[in-house]
């Protein structure tokens, strides 16, 4: 009996070494990022990289937002989420609604759409919406780029939150309509605090989707004033005259929000995108 | 009575005021502009004037085709996509069924793996950059320290090295989203199944291929389709890392489309050149369905 256990836990050794090796690969770059931040400049270059900083002190982080514009970069990109998730928000919540409880001809039609702008690349639209945006007005414009990333991102908001109402019993409206509840009460008193988890899940997508975004912020973003973090960091990329410290102190700036947001309500996020995935 | 006909009359339209307003605005914010892309592809537009332009029929496309460098950059995007998508899927599934079988496993990879999903691509890549310099990356002294590897390898410079890295560093971002999704579809085959199957004494890997994955299959088209189509449409970390190069090798079509309009300012060629990748997305994606049914349907 005794040998049987150890036998199996042996057999087990591969899979926690796996488990391990997958762990590590995952963790390190970002650690990386992190040693190398707290590094001085004069331990950088060593032909045996330091593992981890051996002295206390702030390394690139000193004087860090008097070198690099990395506030405003911040403050940019910041800007940007928020008025996507709001947009996207707004326009998706109630699509949803209408997606899910409505039955319609032609729903399956809009549901269509919603995946196929998962298939439009970015690339293509970017030339003809560069046009359009310099009619408007919208090139070197935050707003401009909240438009754009609104468009991208809102069909997977739709998609989470529809799957979200889908769960919600029909029964519990039913009644409420009875009473002569409007539809918009409806939705604001009963459905939306029962799907909560979903909405904050879709709000941290739909935020961290445009704070990630760069192709559009590289082509509509003329000043470097108006720079978001992703364009503004992707310029020190090659360029010598910022020691790397102070490269990597501002990509971990850049870093720690959304890993911060994405490990508190992975489960909910992965919950919402996985409904939609796994039913096919 | 008369109210629960009021209910009904106030059900008929609300849907079209509910469901409009998003469909609008992605009419207008993707709609129009794919269609604006469509008819820019046959003029000859320059990027310092793009509101002029000439009407040259097919005159982008028929350059496109003939040039010598067209084939190359199709033959990129493809190689890119199908590798990335494989590794993504592979890792992935590995580490989704260890995942299933062990909590501790699942506790600890779990929150690790949620990086590099979380990580923004841009952040990915300048720490990349910093990795694989073959000067004082830290890749390559692992690789020293290994005993494999005794030179100081150029990986992002390297031509035949360039592509694999590049690969690399995409199946890093891409496989934990994979694998929690493929979790989560792994978690809905039923439990009674694997035990009946286990008692009459199938093994392990015949309950993998005969149960599990005939059970996951549509989630493993679902994401094979996603990944795809993203891998084809991807930008950011390909450009950081590489800019195209070196010596074209990692010029995907959507570089290429880059650089055309916002390098050399040819806009009207750089949505010919969009207009190839959309058709290249939704030819995948039809072909998907077909043989995903027809799967279906022999099942």
């Known amino acids: 009996m005794n ?27 970002i650690y990386w990022m992190f040693n190398t931040a ?11 990289p330091r593992m981890w900083p051996n002295t206390l002190s702030l390394g690139g982080f000193d004087r860090l937002f008097e070198k690099l514009d990395i506030g405003i970069w911040i403050k940019n990109t910041f800007v940007i989420a928020l008025g996507c998730t709001l947009t996207s928000l707004a326009l998706a919540i109630f699509a949803a609604y209408g997606l899910s409880r409505k039955k319609f001809r032609g729903r399956g039609f809009f549901g269509f759409i919603l995946f196929a702008t998962q298939m439009l690349p970015e690339a293509l639209l970017v030339i003809p919406l560069y046009t359009l945006f310099i009619k408007l007005g919208l090139i070197n414009n935050l707003s401009g780029l909240i438009i754009i990333n609104t468009a991208f991102v809102m069909p997977i908001v739709i998609w989470v939150l529809k799957g979200a109402i889908d769960n919600v019993p029909h029964e519990i409206e039913e009644s409420a309509l ?18 909560t988890p979903s909405i904050v899940a879709s709000a941290v997508l739909a935020f961290f989707h445009a704070w990630n975004e760069y192709l559009f912020a590289t082509t509509f973003i003329l000043d470097m004033e108006k720079r978001p973090a992703s364009t503004g960091l992707a310029t020190l990329i090659g360029e010598l005259a910022t020691p790397l410290d102070r490269v990597m102190s501002a990509a971990l700036i850049y870093t720690l929000p959304p890993i911060i947001f994405f490990m508190i309500i992975q489960k909910w996020i992965v919950a919402g995108l996985a409904s939609g995935a796994v039913k096919g | 009575m008369n109210g629960v ?12 005021f509910l469901i409009a307003p998003a469909f609008i605005y992605l009419g207008l914010t993707l709609g129009f502009p794919l269609v604006r892309g469509l008819l820019l592809s046959f003029t000859e537009t320059n990027t310092l004037n793009p509101l002029m332009s000439t009407f040259k029929g097919i005159d982008n496309y028929k350059r496109l085709f ?14 890119y996509a ?16 260890i995942m299933n079988r062990t909590m501790k496993a699942k506790f600890l990879l779990r929150a690790t793996i949620t990086l590099p999903w979380a990580a923004p691509p841009i952040a990915v890549a300048l720490v990349f950059t910093w990795i694989f310099n073959a000067q004082y990356g830290v890749a390559n002294y692992g690789l020293r320290k290994l005993g494999i590897g005794a030179t100081e390898i150029q990986w992002f410079d390297n031509p035949s090295l360039a592509m694999p890295a590049l690969i690399l560093v995409t199946v890093w971002m891409t496989f934990s989203l994979t694998s929690l999704i493929l979790l989560a579809a792994l978690q809905s085959v039923p439990k009674e199944l694997n035990e009946s199957a286990m008692i009459d004494g199938a093994s392990p890997l015949k309950i993998f291929l005969y149960i599990t994955i005939p059970f996951i299959r549509p989630t493993i088209y679902v994401m094979t389709l996603l990944l795809s ?8 970390i390909i450009w950081v890392l ?8 990692t010029t995907t079509l959507v570089v290429r489309l880059y650089r055309e309009s916002f390098l050399y300012q040819n806009l009207g060629y750089g949505a010919a050149i969009g207009m190839v990748g959309f058709v290249l997305s939704v030819s995948l994606t039809f072909f998907y369905f077909r043989a995903s049914k027809k799967v279906e349907d022999l099942h």
């Not at chain 1, 090796?21 to 390190?28: D, E």
């Not at chain 2, 189509?229 to 950011?236: E, M, S, Y």
């Not at chain 2, 590489?242 to 090798?249: A, L, Q």
Request: contains cysteine; aromatic residues 12%; positive net charge.
């Open chain 1, 38 to 48: 707290f590094l001085p400049t004069s331990e950088m270059f060593q032909k045996v």
């Open chain 2, 242 to 249: 590489t800019e195209g190069g070196p010596v074209e090798r």
């Open chain 1, 3 to 29: 040998s049987q256990i150890s036998r199996k836990k042996i057999r087990q050794i591969p899979i926690y070494i796996l488990v391990l090796a997958i762990a590590f690969i995952s963790v390190f770059p």
């Open chain 2, 66 to 79: 003939s040039s010598s460098s067209f084939l190359p950059s199709l033959g990129v995007t493809l190689s």
């Open chain 1, 178 to 195: 009875i009473d002569g509840c409007s539809t918009l009460q409806i939705q604001r008193m009963i459905v939306w605090p029962l799907i």
């Open chain 2, 82 to 97: 199908f590798f990335s998508v494989i590794g993504a899927l592979f890792i992935g599934m590995i580490c989704a069924l």
């Open chain 2, 5 to 16: 006909r009021n209910i009904k009359r106030s059900g008929r339209f609300t849907h079209w």
């Open chain 2, 229 to 236: 189509i993203w891998a084809l449409r991807r930008f950011d």
